[in-house]
């Protein structure tokens, strides 16, 4: 799912990201084999279990050119791994609430993650094998994923048309190839320019982007404190 995260042929994701990012680029392309081993490999993915607890903060709908929706959110479409509606804050304040789709949490597999690679590679084609095994491995660690949708943060004249994720659904459990197809977006969601990235940042250090990238300032705020408040929660003795 990593080498798909631009929106451009694969071959010329792979030209590009070489180019641009040289031996990074290759690791993000998957030509030296270092991403899949960082996520199937034991020594990898005990270190990554030792924290007490896992958030990530996805884009979505095409708005994030390096970071693609399924890459960050390790999603696969031909993953099975449930996903679990999680509550969102009631304190997120109005000026950043348009910008959060769904908040959701996988359950850490007692198993251990090859057991959930095992169990997941039964029913999965040849094509996404290595995307299934590094998007189930990651998932059976135990996560909380948080689905931003920067379109409301980057000015269009484009109409937004947004859905409830409840609607996807007759439950609270999603699969993560639900998620990955509904997420992801399609051609139709491209009439933004797909700076997101930069925006869920508040990227400010350049003057071009700045009048574009200061419009994420309020939800990096949120983030920042909603973070340093898990880890204090963390830390305080139950």
């Known amino acids: 799912f990593i080498k798909n995260r631009l929106h451009l042929p ?4 792979k030209v590009v990201a070489s180019a641009v990012g040289g031996e990074t680029g290759r690791d993000l392309m998957q030509a030296t084999g270092l991403l899949r081993q960082m996520t199937v490999c034991l020594d990898y993915l005990e270190s990554l279990s030792a924290f007490k607890s896992r958030i990530a903060y996805v884009n979505t709908y095409m708005t994030d050119f390096q970071v693609q929706t399924n890459s960050g959110g390790f999603l696969c479409l031909e993953s099975l791994y449930p996903h679990h509606i999680e509550k969102i804050s009631d304190d997120v304040p109005n000026d950043v609430k348009d910008a959060f789709v769904c908040a959701l949490r996988t359950e850490k597999d007692p198993r251990g993650p090859f057991a959930a ?4 590679l039964k029913g999965g084609s040849k094509n996404e094998h290595d995307f299934l095994e590094m998007s189930t491995a990651l998932d059976s660690l135990g996560w909380k994923k948080v689905f931003v949708d920067t379109r409301c943060l980057v000015p269009s004249k484009a109409k937004i048309i947004k859905q409830k994720v409840t609607s996807w659904n007759d439950s609270d459990v999603f699969e993560s190839r639900k998620l990955a197809s509904k ?12 700076y997101g990235h930069t925006v869920m940042i508040a990227h400010t250090k350049r003057d071009i982007l700045y009048s574009k990238n200061i419009l994420g300032r309020p939800f990096v705020d949120y983030v920042a404190k909603e973070l340093v408040e898990e880890i204090i929660s963390n830390r305080i003795p139950k």
């Open 10 to 13: 694969h071959p010329v994701n």
């Open 117 to 120: 690679i095992s169990k997941a």
């Open 183 to 194: 997420l992801s977006g399609s051609l139709k969601d491209k009439v933004y320019f797909p």
